[in-house]
């Protein structure tokens, strides 16, 4: 027990370390952009050739402080979260959510705007952890998804139109690459043991000594058992019980 508690502390560390890695990173870039550096040509342009740069670099962008901060707050949570229960699908899952959220924006977005930040990232994330867990359906799984949830249900709203300025595009791009990456890989990691309880090795106590009484009890068949019917070629079946020929000195039965 003590070294499955040391496996899970040092995967939930690991997981919260890599998210702050990226927290870091964005915060670094959005330092970069306030600096004079162009950054709109790594934005998602919708419909603009130009603009497919920006699948690779628009969620590194942000357009405020706010803006950052909720998509780091978001990325600490839900990064931590999918890292530690599911580290080799949410490693495998990020170039979907990556790219599913600046594809979302890039097809769906109005010619002329710009779309930037990792907000479909997060989406992707919280669908993924949610997916999961309906598909896995072990114990880990669910409470990963239904913790998923409580901080972060309304993201299943924020995939439609509701708020100008805001970039549905991306957040439903980057949940249907988190619900695409949930159906690839949901056994990309190993299934945890079940746990058995005291009354489920009793149950198999109590129908093993059943089946050993059942067995004494059953009655056996006699050594030999004269043969009734016997198939022979040419025919489907014949009789073989042979018939004793009665001694004509023997005076009849009455």
Known sequence: MPDIAHHDRHRVRRAFNLSLGFV??????????????????????PLDRAGLLGLLGAPLLHGSIEHLAANAVALLI???????VYPK?????????WLGSGLGAWLLGEAGSHHLGASGVTHGLMFLV???????????????????VLFYGGMVMSIFPHEAGVSWQSHMGGA????????????ADPMPPRKRYSWEDEDDAGQAEDALLDHELE???????????????????????????????LPPRE
Do not use: C, K, N
């Not at 699908?89 to 959510?97: F, I």
């Open 24 to 45: 870091l990173l964005l915060v670094a870039m959005f330092t970069l952009q306030h600096s004079g550096w162009d950054w709109r040509p790594w934005s998602v342009a």
């Open 219 to 249: 009655q056996r068949a006699p050594p030999d058992v004269p043969v009734l019917w016997q198939p022979r070629e040419g025919r489907d079946y014949e009789v073989v019980v042979p018939l004793r020929r009665r001694d004509p000195e």
């Open 176 to 187: 249907v690459g988190g619900v695409l990456a949930a159906l690839l890989f949901r056994r």
């Open 78 to 84: 839900l990064g931590t979260l999918a890292g530690s």
């Open 89 to 97: 699908a949410t490693l495998r899952a990020l170039p979907l959510l």
């Open 130 to 148: 949610l997916m999961l867990g309906l598909l896995r359906r072990d114990r880990a799984a669910i409470a990963t998804g239904l913790i998923g």
